[in-house]
Protein backbone atom coordinates (compact mmCIF):
# COMPACT_ATOMS: atom_id res chain seq x y z
CA UNK A 1 0.00 0.00 0.00
CA UNK A 2 1.53 3.07 -0.85
CA UNK A 3 1.16 5.79 2.11
CA UNK A 4 0.74 9.04 -0.24
CA UNK A 5 -2.19 7.65 -2.31
CA UNK A 6 -5.20 9.54 -1.30
CA UNK A 7 -8.36 10.02 -2.02
CA UNK A 8 -8.60 13.67 -1.97
CA UNK A 9 -8.79 15.78 -5.00
CA UNK A 10 -5.90 19.18 -4.90
CA UNK A 11 -9.65 20.83 -4.24
CA UNK A 12 -10.45 19.24 -1.66
CA UNK A 13 -7.25 19.80 0.08
CA UNK A 14 -7.52 23.48 -0.48
CA UNK A 15 -11.57 23.62 0.76
CA UNK A 16 -10.70 22.07 3.70
CA UNK A 17 -7.75 24.19 4.37
CA UNK A 18 -10.19 27.51 3.47
CA UNK A 19 -12.06 26.11 6.07
CA UNK A 20 -9.57 25.51 9.13
CA UNK A 21 -9.00 29.41 8.34
CA UNK A 22 -12.11 30.82 8.48
CA UNK A 23 -13.20 28.78 11.60
CA UNK A 24 -9.86 30.40 13.25
CA UNK A 25 -10.59 33.83 12.04
CA UNK A 26 -14.21 33.39 13.22
CA UNK A 27 -12.97 32.25 16.41
CA UNK A 28 -10.44 35.06 17.06
CA UNK A 29 -12.01 38.38 15.58
CA UNK A 30 -15.61 37.42 15.67
CA UNK A 31 -16.59 35.11 18.86
CA UNK A 32 -14.15 37.21 21.19
CA UNK A 33 -11.37 34.69 20.83
CA UNK A 34 -9.09 37.57 21.29
CA UNK A 35 -10.87 38.97 24.62
CA UNK A 36 -9.55 38.24 28.07
CA UNK A 37 -12.32 36.51 29.87
CA UNK A 38 -12.93 33.75 31.97
CA UNK A 39 -14.81 30.76 30.08
CA UNK A 40 -17.68 29.12 31.26
CA UNK A 41 -18.99 25.26 31.47
CA UNK A 42 -21.73 26.38 29.91
CA UNK A 43 -19.68 28.40 26.66
CA UNK A 44 -17.24 25.76 26.78
CA UNK A 45 -19.80 22.73 26.04
CA UNK A 46 -21.37 24.93 23.56
CA UNK A 47 -18.20 24.67 21.99
CA UNK A 48 -17.41 21.20 22.54
CA UNK A 49 -21.06 20.55 20.47
CA UNK A 50 -20.15 22.54 17.92
CA UNK A 51 -16.44 21.67 16.98
CA UNK A 52 -17.47 17.44 17.37
CA UNK A 53 -20.82 18.64 15.47
CA UNK A 54 -18.53 19.99 12.69
CA UNK A 55 -15.99 16.86 12.31
CA UNK A 56 -19.62 14.43 12.29
CA UNK A 57 -20.75 17.03 9.44
CA UNK A 58 -17.41 16.58 7.75
CA UNK A 59 -17.28 12.92 7.37
CA UNK A 60 -20.73 12.83 6.66
CA UNK A 61 -20.13 15.02 3.73
CA UNK A 62 -17.00 13.17 2.71
CA UNK A 63 -18.75 9.91 2.88
CA UNK A 64 -21.68 10.74 0.34
CA UNK A 65 -19.19 12.70 -1.82
CA UNK A 66 -16.55 9.44 -1.95
CA UNK A 67 -19.84 7.21 -2.31
CA UNK A 68 -20.53 9.34 -5.58
CA UNK A 69 -17.37 9.12 -6.65
CA UNK A 70 -15.33 6.20 -5.92
CA UNK A 71 -18.20 3.60 -5.05
CA UNK A 72 -19.89 3.53 -1.37
CA UNK A 73 -16.82 0.35 -0.21
CA UNK A 74 -14.45 3.05 -0.40
CA UNK A 75 -16.61 5.85 0.98
CA UNK A 76 -17.70 3.00 3.85
CA UNK A 77 -14.04 2.49 4.52
CA UNK A 78 -12.71 6.38 4.45
CA UNK A 79 -15.44 7.89 6.90
CA UNK A 80 -14.62 4.54 9.14
CA UNK A 81 -11.18 5.16 8.91
CA UNK A 82 -11.70 8.94 9.41
CA UNK A 83 -14.30 8.20 12.74
CA UNK A 84 -11.89 6.23 14.17
CA UNK A 85 -8.68 8.61 13.73
CA UNK A 86 -10.92 11.40 15.23
CA UNK A 87 -11.74 9.08 18.23
CA UNK A 88 -7.69 8.19 18.87
CA UNK A 89 -7.00 11.78 18.52
CA UNK A 90 -9.88 13.17 20.79
CA UNK A 91 -9.11 10.77 23.22
CA UNK A 92 -5.43 11.81 23.41
CA UNK A 93 -5.93 15.24 23.93
CA UNK A 94 -7.43 14.80 26.86
CA UNK A 95 -4.08 13.84 27.87
CA UNK A 96 -2.78 17.05 26.67
CA UNK A 97 -5.78 19.02 28.67
CA UNK A 98 -4.46 17.33 31.84
CA UNK A 99 -1.08 18.43 31.41
CA UNK A 100 -1.92 21.86 30.57
CA UNK A 101 -4.04 22.38 33.45
CA UNK A 102 -0.86 21.44 35.43
CA UNK A 103 1.09 24.24 33.85
CA UNK A 104 -1.33 26.87 34.36
CA UNK A 105 -1.69 25.46 38.43
CA UNK A 106 2.09 25.60 38.68
CA UNK A 107 2.32 28.99 37.02
CA UNK A 108 -1.04 30.44 38.74
CA UNK A 109 -1.87 31.54 35.51
CA UNK A 110 -5.92 33.35 36.06
CA UNK A 111 -8.39 31.79 33.99
CA UNK A 112 -9.65 35.15 31.85
CA UNK A 113 -5.55 34.61 30.49
CA UNK A 114 -5.70 30.94 30.00
CA UNK A 115 -7.69 31.51 26.70
CA UNK A 116 -5.72 33.79 24.76
CA UNK A 117 -2.42 31.23 25.60
CA UNK A 118 -4.51 28.73 24.58
CA UNK A 119 -5.42 30.20 21.25
CA UNK A 120 -1.86 30.36 20.37
CA UNK A 121 -1.16 27.29 21.70
CA UNK A 122 -3.91 25.19 18.98
CA UNK A 123 -1.89 27.22 16.00
CA UNK A 124 0.92 26.36 17.06
CA UNK A 125 -0.23 23.00 17.00
CA UNK A 126 -1.92 23.16 14.00
CA UNK A 127 1.33 23.93 12.26
CA UNK A 128 3.70 21.74 13.76
CA UNK A 129 1.13 18.88 13.08
CA UNK A 130 0.51 19.44 9.47
CA UNK A 131 4.47 19.49 8.99
CA UNK A 132 4.59 16.64 10.92
CA UNK A 133 1.75 14.58 9.09
CA UNK A 134 2.52 15.41 5.40
CA UNK A 135 6.51 14.18 6.39
CA UNK A 136 5.22 11.28 8.15
CA UNK A 137 3.11 9.94 5.17
CA UNK A 138 6.16 11.20 2.83
CA UNK A 139 8.14 8.56 4.44
CA UNK A 140 5.74 5.98 5.07
CA UNK A 141 5.21 5.42 1.38
CA UNK A 142 9.18 5.85 0.89
CA UNK A 143 9.85 3.26 3.36
CA UNK A 144 7.21 1.06 5.06
CA UNK A 145 9.25 -0.23 7.71
CA UNK A 146 8.88 2.50 9.20
CA UNK A 147 5.38 1.90 10.87
CA UNK A 148 6.80 -0.71 12.70
CA UNK A 149 9.22 1.77 14.06
CA UNK A 150 6.20 3.62 15.14
CA UNK A 151 4.59 0.38 16.66
CA UNK A 152 7.29 -0.16 18.74
CA UNK A 153 7.74 3.77 19.71
CA UNK A 154 3.83 3.62 20.55
CA UNK A 155 4.34 0.28 22.75
CA UNK A 156 7.02 1.82 24.91
CA UNK A 157 5.33 5.04 24.74
CA UNK A 158 2.04 3.72 26.61
CA UNK A 159 3.85 1.08 29.29
CA UNK A 160 6.19 4.07 30.19
CA UNK A 161 2.55 6.06 30.48
CA UNK A 162 0.83 2.81 32.85
CA UNK A 163 3.72 2.79 35.21
CA UNK A 164 4.27 6.58 35.55
CA UNK A 165 0.60 7.65 35.21
CA UNK A 166 0.03 8.77 39.19
CA UNK A 167 3.50 10.70 38.90
CA UNK A 168 3.19 14.52 38.38
CA UNK A 169 5.61 16.39 36.43
CA UNK A 170 7.67 19.09 37.95
CA UNK A 171 6.53 21.67 34.89
CA UNK A 172 7.84 25.27 36.62
CA UNK A 173 11.52 23.70 35.98
CA UNK A 174 11.88 21.26 33.25
CA UNK A 175 14.74 22.03 30.92
CA UNK A 176 12.45 23.62 28.35
CA UNK A 177 12.24 26.21 31.73
CA UNK A 178 15.45 26.61 32.69
CA UNK A 179 16.66 27.12 29.00
CA UNK A 180 14.03 29.86 28.44
CA UNK A 181 14.69 31.72 31.80
CA UNK A 182 19.27 31.26 31.37
CA UNK A 183 18.42 33.52 27.55
CA UNK A 184 15.44 35.54 27.44
CA UNK A 185 14.74 38.76 30.06
CA UNK A 186 11.58 37.79 32.09
CA UNK A 187 10.09 40.55 34.26
CA UNK A 188 7.96 40.41 36.90
CA UNK A 189 4.20 38.97 37.10
CA UNK A 190 1.40 41.30 36.90
CA UNK A 191 1.31 42.43 33.20
CA UNK A 192 -2.18 40.69 32.31
CA UNK A 193 -2.63 38.94 28.90
CA UNK A 194 0.66 40.75 27.66
CA UNK A 195 3.33 38.75 26.07
CA UNK A 196 5.89 41.31 25.92
CA UNK A 197 6.70 44.51 27.74
CA UNK A 198 9.00 47.31 27.18
CA UNK A 199 11.19 48.54 30.40
CA UNK A 200 13.13 51.62 30.18
CA UNK A 201 13.52 50.66 26.21
CA UNK A 202 14.20 47.19 26.81
CA UNK A 203 11.85 44.45 25.79
CA UNK A 204 10.89 42.02 28.68
CA UNK A 205 8.77 38.86 28.19
CA UNK A 206 6.37 38.41 30.63
CA UNK A 207 5.97 35.00 32.79
CA UNK A 208 3.01 34.44 30.56
CA UNK A 209 5.43 33.61 27.39
CA UNK A 210 7.00 31.06 29.30
CA UNK A 211 4.08 29.30 29.82
CA UNK A 212 3.10 29.39 25.85
CA UNK A 213 6.64 28.07 25.02
CA UNK A 214 6.05 25.43 27.60
CA UNK A 215 2.33 24.91 26.09
CA UNK A 216 4.15 24.46 22.29
CA UNK A 217 6.53 22.38 23.76
CA UNK A 218 3.89 20.25 25.01
CA UNK A 219 1.69 20.21 21.82
CA UNK A 220 4.90 18.92 20.26
CA UNK A 221 5.80 16.09 22.48
CA UNK A 222 2.18 14.97 21.92
CA UNK A 223 2.01 15.31 17.95
CA UNK A 224 5.26 12.74 18.21
CA UNK A 225 2.81 10.24 20.13
CA UNK A 226 -0.29 10.61 18.51
CA UNK A 227 0.56 11.06 14.39
CA UNK A 228 2.03 7.70 14.84
CA UNK A 229 -0.92 6.33 16.47
CA UNK A 230 -3.19 7.43 13.39
CA UNK A 231 -1.23 6.01 10.97
CA UNK A 232 -1.64 2.93 12.30
CA UNK A 233 -5.53 3.33 11.15
CA UNK A 234 -4.83 5.11 7.64
CA UNK A 235 -1.90 6.05 5.57
CA UNK A 236 -4.06 8.35 3.59
CA UNK A 237 -2.65 11.95 4.34
CA UNK A 238 -6.16 13.76 3.81
CA UNK A 239 -7.56 11.53 6.81
CA UNK A 240 -4.54 11.67 8.76
CA UNK A 241 -4.88 15.64 8.63
CA UNK A 242 -8.30 15.82 8.74
CA UNK A 243 -9.26 13.83 12.11
CA UNK A 244 -6.10 15.53 13.64
CA UNK A 245 -7.31 18.95 12.88
CA UNK A 246 -10.72 18.73 13.74
CA UNK A 247 -9.56 16.73 17.45
CA UNK A 248 -6.57 19.57 17.92
CA UNK A 249 -9.42 22.74 16.90
CA UNK A 250 -11.43 21.26 19.58
CA UNK A 251 -9.15 21.21 22.25
CA UNK A 252 -9.86 24.69 23.45
CA UNK A 253 -13.00 23.65 24.05
CA UNK A 254 -11.99 20.69 25.70
CA UNK A 255 -9.90 22.23 28.24
CA UNK A 256 -12.48 24.85 29.74
CA UNK A 257 -15.23 21.41 29.43
CA UNK A 258 -12.73 19.66 31.81
CA UNK A 259 -10.95 22.07 33.74
CA UNK A 260 -13.15 21.86 36.87
CA UNK A 261 -13.86 17.91 36.59
CA UNK A 262 -9.79 16.59 35.27
CA UNK A 263 -9.50 15.33 39.04
CA UNK A 264 -12.59 13.34 38.78
CA UNK A 265 -11.16 11.64 35.71
CA UNK A 266 -7.60 10.26 37.38
CA UNK A 267 -7.85 6.54 35.69
CA UNK A 268 -8.62 8.02 32.01
CA UNK A 269 -4.49 8.54 32.20
CA UNK A 270 -4.64 4.25 32.35
CA UNK A 271 -7.34 4.17 29.42
CA UNK A 272 -5.01 6.46 27.51
CA UNK A 273 -1.85 4.29 27.87
CA UNK A 274 -4.05 1.60 27.43
CA UNK A 275 -4.88 2.90 23.91
CA UNK A 276 -1.34 3.48 22.85
CA UNK A 277 -0.30 -0.06 23.74
CA UNK A 278 -2.66 -1.54 21.65
CA UNK A 279 -2.44 0.72 18.60
CA UNK A 280 1.44 -0.38 19.41
CA UNK A 281 1.09 -4.24 19.37
CA UNK A 282 -1.32 -3.62 16.46
CA UNK A 283 1.13 -2.24 14.48
CA UNK A 284 3.56 -4.60 15.33
CA UNK A 285 1.73 -7.63 14.42
CA UNK A 286 0.73 -6.24 11.20
CA UNK A 287 3.01 -8.59 8.92
CA UNK A 288 1.01 -11.08 10.64
CA UNK A 289 -2.67 -10.15 11.43
CA UNK A 290 -4.21 -7.06 9.80
CA UNK A 291 -6.87 -5.99 12.99
CA UNK A 292 -9.67 -4.09 11.48
CA UNK A 293 -10.26 -0.72 11.78
CA UNK A 294 -13.81 -1.77 13.36
CA UNK A 295 -11.91 -3.85 15.87
CA UNK A 296 -9.66 -0.99 16.52
CA UNK A 297 -12.56 2.07 16.89
CA UNK A 298 -14.66 -0.73 19.33
CA UNK A 299 -11.41 -1.42 21.80
CA UNK A 300 -10.64 1.76 21.68
CA UNK A 301 -14.12 3.12 22.93
CA UNK A 302 -14.71 0.38 25.09
CA UNK A 303 -10.84 1.32 26.68
CA UNK A 304 -11.77 5.17 26.64
CA UNK A 305 -15.06 4.34 28.30
CA UNK A 306 -14.08 1.95 30.70
CA UNK A 307 -11.62 4.36 32.33
CA UNK A 308 -13.75 7.08 32.44
CA UNK A 309 -17.01 4.80 34.23
CA UNK A 310 -14.18 3.50 37.00
CA UNK A 311 -12.61 7.35 37.47
CA UNK A 312 -16.25 8.24 38.35
CA UNK A 313 -16.99 4.94 40.35
CA UNK A 314 -13.85 5.42 42.05
CA UNK A 315 -14.50 9.39 42.85
CA UNK A 316 -17.88 8.51 44.43
CA UNK A 317 -16.55 6.20 46.69
CA UNK A 318 -13.90 8.23 48.11
CA UNK A 319 -16.42 11.16 48.32
CA UNK A 320 -18.89 8.95 50.00
Not at 36 to 64: D, I
Not at 128 to 133: F, H, L, N, T
Not at 149 to 174: C, K, Q, S
Request: aromatic share 14%.
Amino acid sequence: MNGMESIASAPMWAGFIAFVVLMLALDLFVFGGNKAHKVSVKEAGLWSLVWVGLALLFNGGLWWYLRDTAGAAVADAKALEFFSGYLIEKALSVDNVFVFLLIFTAFQVPREYQRRVLIYGVLGAIAMRAVMILAGAWVVSEFSWVLYVFGAFLLFTGMRMLVAADAEPDVANNWVMRLARRHLRVADSGHGEQFFVIKNGVRYVTPLFLVLILIEATDLVFAVDSIPAIFAITTDPFIVFTSNLFAIMGLRALYFLLVDVADRFHLLKYGLAMVLVFIGAKMLIMPWYHVPVQASLTVVAVLIAASCVASLLVTRKTEK
